[in-house]
């Protein structure tokens, strides 16, 4: 025979078993709540292009994995779109504040990646309280017919579409907003739209040494030095030694 006072005690353990496994399901409900409410306000306004305009995460499996973006301390509202030929003279002010003069993009090569490959190119735009867009952050690319970057696939008219070889040229992020994971959120979006529409089969990079952890953290992995970047007759490798980064990029 169970006494009472064994019954009551057992139906107190159950009632704060069950309590502590619903307050520990609404949790976490709450944060998914959040998070798919973030990633749903994240969604591009024009849709012309062949690549999807909406950020995606599928790669993204665990709670930790979206925890590295710090939700709580992006800016409200931002989004993510190709580029458009308004936002040539933004998109060169942009890269005026991330390169030095010898390693930015002219005019005529911003306009004519635009024009060729708008899908390679992705903005990342924030809405201001006064209602303005602004240009924030940026990822310039090309699909280039060799499997590293070099001088020659840089230049006017050396886009190939039918290679399989994306070659990104710059990414950039405001100085107001960086450290705020926001080039993170980008290039992770970019690799995840690359993949998914099997864009390409990797995603190659030329970088300088300090920049190594940001992009292994991404995923790449650090190769040679690219010796044809690095040419002493070119102000290209004034600032420094460019070292080859690639990523593999997975069908889904
Ligand atoms: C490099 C750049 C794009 C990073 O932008 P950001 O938004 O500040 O970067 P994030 O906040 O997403 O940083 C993600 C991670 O990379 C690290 N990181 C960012 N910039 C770094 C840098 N310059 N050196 C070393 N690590 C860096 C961050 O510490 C962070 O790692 P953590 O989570 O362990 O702290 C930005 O500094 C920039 O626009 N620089 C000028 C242009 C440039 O050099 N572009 C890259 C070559 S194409």
């Known amino acids: 025979m169970v006494s009472a006072s064994t019954t009551f005690h057992r139906l107190c353990v159950n009632f704060f078993l069950i309590l502590f496994f619903f307050l520990l399901t609404l949790s976490k409900n709450t944060q998914i709540y959040k998070t798919i409410n973030y990633l749903s306000h994240i969604a591009t306004t024009t849709p012309p292009n062949k690549v999807t305009t909406f950020i995606t995460y599928n790669n993204i499996n665990t709670m930790e994995d979206i925890a590295q973006f710090n939700i709580s301390k992006l ?28 390693e930015r993009c002219s005019r005529e090569t911003v306009e004519y990646r635009i024009a060729n490959c708008p899908d390679l190119c992705q903005g990342l735009f924030v809405k201001n309280d006064d209602g303005n867009t602004q240009l924030i952050g940026e990822i ?8 590293f970057i070099t001088l020659n ?48 089969r990797k995603i190659t990079i030329i ?10 953290k991404l995923g790449f992995v650090k190769l040679n030095e690219n010796d044809d970047v690095n040419d002493p007759n070119s102000d290209f490798s004034k600032n420094g030694v460019w070292y080859n980064m690639d990523k593999e990029l997975v069908d889904f």
């Open 140 to 147: 310039m690319a090309t699909k280039i017919d060799s499997e």
């Open 75 to 102: 800016p409200k509202k931002i989004s993510i779109r190709p580029f458009l030929k308004k936002d040539i003279d933004e998109l060169l002010h942009l890269e005026s504040l991330g390169f030095p003069s010898e």
């Open 207 to 216: 970088v300088h040494e300090h920049l190594f952890k940001f992009y292994e």
């Open 153 to 200: 696939t840089m230049e006017i008219g050396q886009h190939k579409e039918s290679s399989d070889v994306i070659a990104i040229h710059s990414v950039v992020i405001h100085p107001d907003y960086q450290g705020q994971n926001l080039a993170r959120l980008l290039m992770t979006d970019y690799i995840q739209k690359m993949s998914q529409q099997s864009v390409g």
